[in-house]
């Protein structure tokens, strides 16, 4: 039977890219005659420096509590300070590379998908970019997550942004531009940028608070809110985890 040369070609074509996405080919020796490379060793790991920059000359490592987890799947990189029994799970970004420092407080949660970033926070000149930080207890930073707070499943904190103890953030939840209050609530899909919200307040599933007259009517979260009690139990299950995945590895 004559073997169809088209197919043939799509065949292999398609294993030198899944090789690719499996860390298998490399740009290197042999990679112009598009032979597949077998890497040996990779200079990148999932917990890492930033890169040098114009507007950053010097690289600087994580700060991690020895009580935190890191799935091996996640990325933390740069001026990132990471507090006790913190769970950052499977494929979140913790990248601190443009805009520095993201802070991230005791038994906080960073779960699946979760990206934390920030807008550049030193200019070329090697002055700060004011308008990118937040002010935190007398330090400055791009992103700072409190104590006991939750970023679920494919939600975002980009900087400049703060996010106050026991609030919970739901999932792919959006906060830019914004300081988030202790104790509230974003339902899934809500977002709030360019805003200050209050302490106890929620926005519900869905909303955008753009405007600061929305935010200061957003409703309080009271004893018989729905979520009220969401966020303890989600901060329970997560540091039970890192507890648990430090001492599985």
């Not at 917990?47 to 700060?63: C, L, S």
């Amino acid at each position: 039977m004559r073997f169809n040369k088209q197919i043939f070609t799509i065949l292999i074509l398609s294993l030198s890219l899944a090789l690719v996405g499996s860390g298998c080919i490399s740009e290197g020796e042999g990679a112009e005659e598009n032979v597949p490379q077998k890497v040996i060793e990779s200079k990148f790991s999932n917990i890492r420096e930033n890169p040098v920059t114009p507007w950053n000359p010097e690289p600087d490592a994580p700060v991690i509590d020895p009580t935190a987890c890191i799935d091996p799947q996640a990325s933390v990189i740069g001026n990132v300070e990471i507090g006790a029994s913190v769970m950052v799970s499977p494929m979140a970004s913790v990248r601190s590379d443009e805009g520095m420092p993201i802070f991230v407080g005791n038994r906080s949660n960073v779960q699946d998908g979760v990206v934390l970033h920030a807008l550049e926070t030193i200019d070329e000149e090697g002055e700060p970019v004011e308008k990118n930080l937040v002010e935190i207890g007398g330090k400055k930073y791009a992103v700072y997550i409190g104590e006991n707070v939750s970023l679920a499943h494919q939600s975002q904190v980009h900087g400049p942004s703060s996010v106050g103890s026991d609030t919970f953030i739901g999932m792919q939840a959006f906060v830019f531009k914004s300081e988030v209050g202790n104790d509230c609530v974003l339902e899934p899909r809500s977002a709030a940028i360019g805003v200050t919200i209050p302490d106890g307040r929620y926005i519900p599933a869905g909303v955008v608070v753009t405007s600061q007259a929305e935010a200061d009517k957003l409703p309080e979260v009271t004893d018989d809110y729905a979520y009220r009690h969401t966020n303890e139990a989600v901060v329970y299950v997560n540091v039970h985890l890192a507890e648990g995945y430090n001492e599985a590895s």
